[in-house]
């Protein structure tokens, strides 16, 4: 079946560095890829996304480019804030989906120390 | 716009009891979904609910249930709790089939 792999975390950076979430799948055909962030106490919120092969996906500095070869979407942001500190999640939508059905990765804590 | 309201926010039971969970979508919403998320499994699609019908169902026993109303509003039920069923409980409405998926902040149950 579909799966999302994503790097564990916890990720601890200093403000300004730079930031690599990977995250690879497993999925037949060419599903649609996504970027979740979860705040603390809150629900997901989409970050970015791309539906086809070389897309690049970009908000608010972070971007993420669906690699069709090394079937990846790795997330990055030049420089972090403090308050990019959240859970990542990498997730998935099979091309066979009849609704909206994700399937999630098991997701990065990002801590950025001032 | 109001966005995708939970309630309750917290719930706690004992182990063989039932509880609800409600979710109210952003007004227009057709489309409901709820996902279970636990330290241990991470994020797992419980089911989508699309116009009053069930378009897609996880990999989930059948003691979870849900249903949807005809203003959109969405239910589950788990019956006969077990302790593995503490967990954070999301919804996600969208337009349709396709579109942009906004979730709720969730209903956070423990089971005792």
């Known amino acids: 079946g579909d799966s999302v792999t994503q790097m564990e975390g916890p990720v601890t950076l200093s403000e300004e560095a730079f930031l690599t979430i990977n995250c690879t799948y497993t999925?037949?055909?060419?599903?649609?890829l996504f970027w979740y962030v979860q705040y603390p106490g809150e629900g997901l919120q989409l970050l970015l996304k791309?539906?086809?092969?070389?897309d690049k996906g970009s908000n608010k500095g972070f971007e993420a480019t669906y690699r069709k070869e090394t079937t990846s979407f790795h997330l990055e942001k030049g420089s972090v804030q403090v308050s990019d500190s959240a859970v990542y999640f990498c997730?998935?939508?099979?091309?066979?989906?009849?609704?909206?059905?994700?399937?999630f990765g098991g997701g990065t804590r990002l801590m950025v120390k001032p | 716009k109001a966005g995708v309201t939970q309630t309750p926010r917290y719930l706690i039971k004992t182990r063989g009891q039932q509880v609800t969970l409600s979710c109210s979508p952003i007004?227009?919403?057709?489309?409901v979904s709820w996902y279970q998320q636990t330290p241990g499994q991470g994020l797992q699609f419980l089911f989508e609910?699309?116009?009053?019908?069930?378009?897609n169902k996880g990999n989930f026993p059948g003691r979870f249930s849900g249903r949807q109303f005809s203003n959109s509003r969405s239910e589950m039920n788990v019956s006969t709790l077990e302790l593995g069923d503490s967990a954070l409980y999301l919804c996600?409405?969208?337009?349709?089939?396709?579109?942009?998926?906004?979730f709720g902040s969730g209903t956070q149950l423990s089971v005792l």
């Open positions: 996600a409405s969208s337009q349709g089939i396709g579109e942009k998926l906004f």
């Open positions: 999925a037949t055909g060419y599903p649609s």
């Open positions: 791309a539906t086809k092969a070389d």
């Open positions: 997730a998935l939508s099979a091309p066979n989906n009849a609704g909206n059905m994700l399937t």
């Open positions: 007004s227009g919403h057709r489309s």
């Open positions: 609910y699309f116009s009053e019908t069930q378009r």
